[in-house]
Every structure is written in structure tokens, then in C-alpha cells.
């Protein structure tokens, strides 16, 4: 596997950059550039990533540019000039490399005519949902049946067992292949108990009834919290996966 580190290293050029005094639209370019990277790694597309950048032809939506988000396609055009813009930079020296990785990935999504998938992850960062999954699964044994017989698993992305969060591991030159289990979920809930402390948007008596009332939901929020016996719990919504989920607030990780 080519070094994965190189998302990371363009990641700290963006952070770099970051400033509590930068303009609305530096925060939108830089914005978008931090989250085009993270998109690539939470779809599991390094692969796909590494192969555009040798050159070789990758698989793109069936959709055409014209039909794709137009405001997302005019900032990722601005985002790609303005970083352009910084490899002739003096202050840049040293970090080319890390640009160029942010200016292919911002051309792999254009490429690729990724923009509605970009823009429903974008919107999952504004409303502060949990992390992305990209398969959910009842049981280990169907979760193995599909990373087995995956032509190509989507390395560093998460997939959902039950309940809890699992990494797909794969490495393409061994086919190496697991899910180990990682605590993704526990540290998002015990973040998001700070930052949006929970004020109940439903209650129910049973876990059932809240089951039942979810599932009801024809356009359900990503995420809203609800009483279930006078214990918070977590409703959420993976719409790239359509599926609903409950997380008891006592999942969570909180910091010591």
C-alpha cells in the first residue's frame, strides 16, 4: 500500500492555514479541501484515490457533471484554483507534495462526478451526525460473507455490526482482509454529550415503542436525541445505507 499518510500530510497544510481571522470564503475553500480529504478516507476510496493519481481509469458516477450539484461544482473549482495558486508560493516551500495530494483529490471528486455523495457528506459534518458507515450488518457472519466476496473492500471506511462500529481492514497486495471492532461511536457519543448536551426530542416507555416510532419516520433527522425509559439514546439515520439506529448515551466514552 502506497503511504495512506499523505491525506494526513495534506490535512496539516489545511490546518496550517487555518486562522480565527480568515475570511468567510478562506473558511469555505479550506473547509471544503479538509472535508474532501476526509471524504475520500471515510468512503473507503484510497485505492480508487491512488489509482487516479498513477493515471489509471477509474470507475465514475453514471450521472454527468451538468446534473450534478452546481454550487458544490463552482466552490470545489474555486478550492482547486486558490490551492493551485500556493504551489509557485515561496511560503509554501516543502509542502508541494501535500498540496498536490489536496488538488487530485479535489479533481477525483470532479472527475468522478461525485459531487451529490460529497454533498450529503458535507451535510453530515454540518449537522455533526456520527461517523459514516458505508454497510451495516446484523450479524459478524453476514459482515464476513460481504468483505470476503468484496472485489475490492473499501479500506479505512467503517461498517456497522449490530450496534457497534467496525473498520474495514484491507490491504490490495496481500488481500489481507478483516473488521476488527474500534470505538469510533463511544468517543463521538461522549463528544457530543459536550458539545450538544441531550434535550429529548421524543420519549418512549420502551425501546420497542422508539424502534417502532423511528422507523415510522419517512424523512427521519441524521441524528436527534430521545428518552427510552428515562435513559438518553441517540436516533440516527445512515441514509447512504438507509438505516436507523438507537445508541444508549451509557455507550459513551468520556474523558477522563
Avoid at 78 to 97: N, Y
Avoid at 170 to 191: A, I, K, V
Avoid at 242 to 249: E, T, V, W
Wanted: proline residues 6%; negative net charge.
Amino acid at each position: 500500500m502506497k503511504d495512506p499518510m499523505v491525506l494526513s500530510d495534506a490535512q496539516q497544510v489545511i490546518g496550517r492555514r487555518w486562522s480565527e481571522g480568515q475570511t468567510q470564503e478562506q473558511a469555505r475553500i479550506f473547509g471544503l479541501a479538509r472535508d474532501t480529504l476526509d471524504f475520500i478516507s471515510a468512503t473507503g476510496q484510497w485505492y480508487s484515490f491512488l489509482d487516479f493519481r498513477e493515471g489509471h481509469e477509474v470507475r465514475s458516477s453514471t450521472m454527468t457533471p451538468e446534473e450534478c450539484a452546481p454550487e458544490l461544482r463552482e466552490l470545489l473549482s474555486k478550492t482547486e484554483r486558490f490551492f493551485r495558486s500556493l504551489l509557485d508560493d515561496p511560503a509554501s516551500a516543502g509542502e508541494q507534495d501535500a498540496i498536490r495530494a489536496i488538488l487530485d483529490a479535489l479533481r477525483f471528486i470532479s472527475s468522478t462526478c461525485q459531487y451529490e455523495s460529497l454533498a450529503g457528506f458535507l451535510e453530515r459534518v454540518e449537522s455533526n451526525a456520527p461517523p459514516m458507515v458505508v454497510a451495516a450488518f446484523e450479524t459478524s457472519a453476514q459482515a464476513e460473507s460481504w468483505l470476503r466476496n468484496h472485489p475490492s473492500p473499501p479500506v479505512f471506511a467503517d461498517v456497522l455490526i449490530g450496534d457497534r462500529y467496525h473498520d474495514v481492514a484491507y490491504d490490495r497486495e496481500s488481500n489481507f482482509r478483516r473488521l476488527p471492532w474500534n470505538r469510533d461511536l463511544e468517543r463521538y457519543l461522549g463528544w457530543l454529550e459536550m458539545n450538544d448536551p441531550p434535550v429529548a426530542s421524543a420519549s418512549f416507555a420502551t425501546r420497542e415503542e422508539a424502534q417502532a416510532w423511528l422507523r415510522a419516520q419517512s424523512h427521519p433527522p441524521l441524528r436527534t436525541w430521545v428518552l427510552i425509559a428515562g435513559e438518553f439514546h441517540l436516533a440516527v439515520y445512515h441514509p447512504n445505507v438507509n438505516h436507523r439506529a438507537l445508541y444508549p448515551l451509557s455507550m459513551a466514552l468520556r474523558d477522563a
